[in-house]
């Protein structure tokens, strides 16, 4: 075994009992004796070397070896054996007082037994040092717990505290001094905490040694303190758990300054809506809903106009503003799913979400909302002295099922939006390879069809119902285009769009006031008297309209026409869906005097039973059927029976598209009374209608 090599100082004049006391040593490997013979010599030793034990004599030719006790070795007195001569035990003793290990009276005996005693007292300077260095060692370990920032703790195996660093009582609001002995750990989480410590911070502790979690902790004052904690199980030597250490870090100041990294990385400072990063992921589960759901989405690329001019006029600070105007405008016009984000510089990206499964109603939806936009960003800006006007304009790209790429999409509303500044500025446009060449002629055909309505394009055509006799008995107001470059369009063209996009709302009711007007005009001029009807037709969204039957009768006051004149045409699609409701908006304007007639009879689904319940007095017959009477038997027995039919329930019945003199000779062989087509006339322009009116006025006479 490799023994503690110990340094002892040897200091003796005496060459003799120098001599003895080397000799004394040699039996002893482990001690390394260094000699010296004055206390000049001995101070220089112990000056430079370690020295585990001196051994001086008392008397020594520069001093007394007493001084030598003064001698420290690691912080405490070194260990000093005093020899003496005999006589001098009285100094011997007083040596002891001082602080000396022992003494030996020398003689030939005792100073050869001197390793002994060196021995006997290097071992008590052993345990002493030993003992000093672990208190050192407790002294500086609890200086650390007490000077570390993150809460330190041990408790007893029933979860009671032992100790709790000053940094836990602090952050816990524990007094310095006050006692902690019946206090749990467990006690200072939150409820939910304390069981996920209990259920399983413990037991984990136990199975692996050491658990690790992030856990709140709620301070005497109600504080919630998140930390990055971890449970220590100690084990004695025999394997068994003693005792636990936990150590919390508060992250709070981590945690916040994560988040800010985060809303940095996905939301723009200046407007706080989302940035780049943060569209793209939403674009992504758009992408994902719309292939899901099948309901379409769009995708807005709003950039705007002349920002430059306002940057470089009035300076960026004011741009900035502008900026944070708009994007407060924005979300206002959106639903909560909907997306607006900020690409950069003047870029605003709004994505709409859950609109329609139908391309067209989806389009119009979109339309809808960025003519809302555009109107918001046009408001007038409010900046102290400056008031600023701002336009964008908007590139708009729709998806629907099967969209794959955010990108493309995004690239497509880039487009869209440049078209839109070369169209000059200020308008929105729809990126349309990407919606079908059917829905894009839709759509181009609903934007030109919103600016006949502004530009008055649309114009109404007259066609006369005539009797038996030929006699005029009422005309049907037919709706034309007049399209700049398109010429005269039928309605056959433009009506499903107009139906569609809801502009038979505006366009509905300004045929019925047209008309009336008209019909007011001729009256006044002796052209149409009472027997004589004119005929206008109500489209199924119309007619759904809860407006309907007020503007019906609001028009008729305004424009001072007897009721009994108008007849209003409805299919039987009109109605079909629900015959109660359509039954008593019709009875509501019967009452006032006002007639209505079945158009288009035999196509739909109605069968003649319908009649019965439907407040109609005039059924028309469809062209189709009037179209090949001649040749077809069936169209001939159905056109025969609807009039037979019609005879019993009393009412009149209009054969449309009437163009031989054959179909209008079977006609009457089946006592049909009204017809309308061209063998009598094809719809007139107004003033045409007006010639028509006066020459059969001028045939009667
Ligand atoms: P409709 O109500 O069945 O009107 C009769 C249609 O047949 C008219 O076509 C008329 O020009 C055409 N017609 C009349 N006689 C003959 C004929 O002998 N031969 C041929 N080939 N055609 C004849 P138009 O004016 O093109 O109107 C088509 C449809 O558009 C109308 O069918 C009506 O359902 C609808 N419509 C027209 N004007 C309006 C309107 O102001 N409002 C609404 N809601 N629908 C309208
Ligand atoms: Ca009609
Ligand atoms: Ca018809």
């Not at 084990?235 to 150590?247: D, K």
């Not at 985060?262 to 723009?268: H, P, T």
């Not at 391309?359 to 408001?379: L, S």
């Not at 005929?535 to 019906?552: A, H, K, L, M, T």
Request: hydrophobic share 40%; charged share 25%.
């Amino acid at each position: 075994m490799q023994q503690p090599q110990y340094n002892i100082l040897l200091v003796e004049d005496d060459p003799g009992h120098a001599e003895l006391i080397s000799r004394a040593f040699e039996s002893q490997p482990h001690c390394a004796l260094i000699k010296t013979d004055t206390l000049d010599q001995a101070r220089n030793v112990l000056n430079e070397d370690h020295t585990d034990l001196i051994i001086t004599d008392i008397r020594l030719p520069d001093g007394d070896g007493t001084e030598l006790l003064r001698h420290r070795t690691l912080d405490l007195p070194c260990p000093t054996i005093i020899m003496t001569s005999f006589g001098d035990e009285s100094i011997a003793v007083n040596a002891m007082k001082s602080g000396a290990a022992d003494y030996i009276v020398k003689s030939q005996e005792s100073l050869f037994s001197l390793p002994k005693t060196a021995n006997r007292i290097l071992r008590e300077w052993r345990l002493l040092l030993d003992k000093k260095l672990a208190q050192d060692k407790q002294r500086r370990l609890t200086a650390i717990l007490e000077a570390t920032p993150d809460l330190i703790c041990i408790a007893d195996l029933d979860g009671f505290l032992t100790y709790l660093n000053d940094a836990g009582r602090k952050l816990l609001g524990i007094g310095a001094n006050e006692d902690i002995t019946r206090m749990r750990l467990a006690d200072f989480h939150s409820t939910r905490d304390g069981q996920i410590i209990l259920y399983e911070g413990i037991p984990a502790a136990i199975k692996d040694g050491i658990w690790k979690a992030e856990s709140t902790f709620v301070s005497r004052d109600g504080e919630k303190i998140l930390t990055s904690q971890v449970l220590i199980s100690h084990q004695s030597s025999s394997g068994e758990i003693e005792f636990f250490s936990t150590v919390a870090r508060d992250i709070r100041h981590l945690r916040a300054a994560e988040e800010q990294v985060e809303y940095l990385a996905y939301y723009d400072t200046l407007t706080g809506l989302p940035n780049r990063n943060e569209l793209v992921k939403r674009l992504e589960m758009e992408i994902g809903r719309v292939n899901r759901h099948g309901n379409q989405g769009a995708l807005l690329f709003i950039d705007l106009d002349n920002f430059k001019y306002i940057n470089d006029s009035l300076g960026h600070p004011v741009g900035d503003l502008v900026l944070q105007e708009i994007a407060k405008r924005l979300p206002s016009f959106l639903r909560g799913d909907d997306t607006v984000a900020r690409l950069g510089g003047d870029e605003f990206i709004i994505i709409l979400s859950d609109l329609s499964t139908d391309t067209i109603e989806a389009v119009n939806q979109a339309r809808e909302v960025t003519d809302k936009i555009r109107n918001a960003i046009a408001m007038e800006i409010k900046l102290g002295e400056i008031n600023l006007q701002v336009t964008a304009s908007i590139g708009i790209s729709m998806f629907a099922a099967g969209v794959t790429s955010g990108d493309d999409l995004l690239k497509f509303a880039d487009t869209a939006m440049y078209q839109a500044k070369k169209e000059g500025r200020n308008r929105l446009e729809f990126f349309s390879e990407s919606m079908g060449e059917h829905v894009y002629r839709q759509l181009e055909l609903e934007t030109q069809l919103r600016q006949a309505l502004k530009e008055e394009q649309f114009v109404l055509y007259y066609q006369p119902i005539v009797d038996q006799r030929e006699s005029i008995i009422g005309a049907e107001a037919l709706i034309r285009w007049q399209s700049p470059e398109k010429g005269l369009v039928s309605p056959l063209e433009f009506l499903d769009v107009l139906e569609s996009s809801g502009q038979i709302l505006q366009v509905g009711p300004w045929v019925i006031e047209s008309a009336l007007k008209q019909l007011s005009t001729w009256i006044n001029k002796g052209l149409w008297n009472e027997g004589q009807r004119l005929s206008i037709n109500i489209s199924p969204r119309q007619f759904r309209d809860s407006q309907f039957v007020e503007s019906i009768k609001h028009f008729l006051n305004k424009v001072n026409v007897p009721p009994s004149y108008l007849h209003i045409e409805v299919t039987e699609h009109n109605v079909i869906h629900n015959l109660e409701e359509a039954s008593s908006k019709m009875n509501d304007l019967i009452d006032t005097g006002v007639n209505f007639s079945l158009d288009d009879f035999g196509t739909g689904y109605s069968s003649l039973r319908n009649l019965k319940t439907l407040p109609v007095n005039c059924i028309k017959i469809d062209k189709s059927f009037i179209d090949d009477i001649c040749e077809s038997s069936e169209d001939q027995a159905m056109v025969g029976s609807i009039l037979a039919m019609s005879g019993h329930l009393n009412l009149s019945v209009v054969a449309e598209g009437v163009e031989t003199q054959e179909q209008l000779a079977i006609l009457k062989k089946y006592n049909c009374q009204c017809f309308q087509g061209y063998l009598f006339s094809k719809p007139l322009a107004s003033d045409e209608m007006e010639e028509f009116l006066k020459n059969s006025l001028s045939k009667k006479r």
